[in-house]
């Protein structure tokens, strides 16, 4: 059994959303400053890394973080590869894939792995994302759990569209996955958000348990 960690490290320097809290973690208790323990004090958005969207992140009467479905968390995964040329993820792009039957839960590995534009040490506006009428596909074909390579489902300009064709049909969103070392293929899934009640969002660890 292999195990693929797909989080992205959470630290300081890291790139987050534009306008986003950046992330502050420090030493509130320290050792060597002569306390008994060290505490790490946590700051960051709940959007931080390798994180997973609920509906209220768009829609404001949506569920919050602890409503979903632990069953569509777990299970069998496909991650698929979208060509290196491709500037964005549409309707078209998806049939092209020629998939009679999709599986309940997709991930995209995209020109974001191949560019590797989670390791860069700012945030990149120019990745690739899904449009609405991708969206719109997805929940046709009876998709339940859709994830991508960056840090958004949808583009960096006019993104609530997508979010919001998404998170109405309470479709899971998993963003800022590290696909670089993940082949296209069959995986058992493991997406854990942790448990912030009410929240619109929740920092996950993300594992794939090659078959």
Not at 36 to 47: K, L, R
Not at 174 to 183: M, P
């Amino acid at each position: 059994m292999k195990i693929f960690d797909v989080t992205v490290p959470i630290k300081n320097s890291m790139p987050v959303w534009t306008g986003d809290p950046k992330v502050n973690n420090k030493l509130f208790f320290s050792i060597d400053s002569g306390e008994e323990t060290n505490v790490t004090s946590i700051q960051m958005s709940a959007h931080t890394g390798t994180h997973i969207d609920a509906p209220r992140h768009f829609i404001n009467s949506g569920e919050p973080i602890e409503s979903l479905d632990l069953n569509t968390l777990l299970g069998e995964v496909e991650v698929i590869e979208i060509d290196s040329g491709a500037d964005h993820v549409d309707a078209i792009t998806l049939k092209s894939l020629d998939k009679q039957i999709w599986p309940k839960r997709v991930l995209f590995k995209t020109n974001n792995s191949l560019l590797r534009l989670l390791e860069k040490d700012h945030f990149v506006q120019n990745f690739v994302a899904l449009l609405p009428d991708a969206a719109e596909y997805l929940i046709k074909m009876g998709v339940k759990l859709v994830g991508i390579d960056y840090l958004s489902i949808a583009p960096f300009e006019n993104g609530s569209e997508t979010h919001i064709e998404l998170l109405k049909k309470n479709l899971i969103v998993i963003e800022g996955l590290n696909l670089v070392d993940v082949a296209p293929g069959f995986y058992d899934l493991i997406a854990l958000p942790i448990l912030l009640i009410g929240a619109d969002g929740a920092p996950a660890r993300v594992l794939l348990i090659q078959k």
